[in-house]
């Protein structure tokens, strides 16, 4: 389905950006998994999509930092020749309520989840562009449409990649590209494992389907998402969160 691709991956040592370079591997893409300091696992994840028969390199990178971003993009496009989808998965959370959080708690986030997207969206455009075909695709999150006691920083930053989103496939339709966020809810990831038993089963009761979502199937979608059979689809924000935000 991606035979031939070569797909970029912030946070793809772990957990949703982990599942989604495997699902594409599997599918036959070249991946570059970005990460900024879990480098045993992005080893790992590296020799695991080898094994697919395809050509996988980690790299290093602070992807709030627009230089260091830059010359992220020239290595990658020079070690891959191509770039046909990127997926902007790399995020992290600094909870607190609003009367107490700090102010570099709510910069932080900002900084890798929302401008983090647009410094790789920056980078990698242009290359797209010249060749007249990409799939981008945002990794935003159902509190992003729902709001989340806590979590003003992290909320604030899932939203405003929406409004990216729909931006980014108004400005690159022309040129072939889709743009398309996925907005997980619940999903059993290691981020979600601190959680307390008893605060995931009152997460799980509010879940129509009653259960937590897994890594792959927000693999699958994201694949279905950079595969030609979604060409006609952008601007989208899709919901994979087993009916919690109904």
Do not use: W
Request: hydrophobic share 45%; with cysteine; net charge positive.
């Amino acid at each position: 389905m991606l035979k031939g691709k070569t797909a970029v991956i912030s946070g793809g040592s772990r957990g949703i950006g982990r599942s989604i370079a495997l699902r594409f591997a599997a599918s036959g893409a070249n991946i570059a998994i970005l990460y900024s300091s879990d480098k045993v696992n992005a080893e790992a994840t590296v020799t695991e999509a080898q094994r697919y028969g395809v050509k996988a390199k980690s790299y290093c990178c602070d992807v709030s930092d627009f230089e260091a971003v830059k010359a992220l993009a020239a290595d990658i496009i020079n070690d891959f020749s191509t770039v046909d989808i990127l997926v902007n998965n790399a995020g992290i959370v600094r909870d607190g309520l609003v009367l107490s959080m700090k102010e570099d708690d709510f910069d932080k986030v900002i900084s890798v989840n929302l401008k983090g997207a647009f410094n790789l969206i920056r980078h990698f455009s242009s290359h797209m562009l010249k060749r007249k075909s990409g799939r981008i695709i945002n990794i935003t999150s159902v509190v992003a449409l729902t709001g989340n006691p806590g979590q003003a920083n992290y909320t604030a930053a899932k939203a405003g990649l929406i409004g990216l989103t729909k931006t980014i496939a108004r400005e690159f339709a022309s040129r072939g590209i889709t743009c398309n966020a996925i907005a997980p809810g619940f999903i059993d990831t290691d981020m979600t494992q601190s959680i307390s038993e008893q605060a995931k089963e009152r997460l799980v009761s509010r879940i129509p389907l009653a259960r937590t979502g897994k890594a792959e199937e927000v693999a699958g979608l994201a694949a279905f998402l950079a595969s030609d059979d979604a060409a006609y689809i952008t601007g989208e924000t899709i919901r994979i969160d087993g009916g919690l935000g109904i």
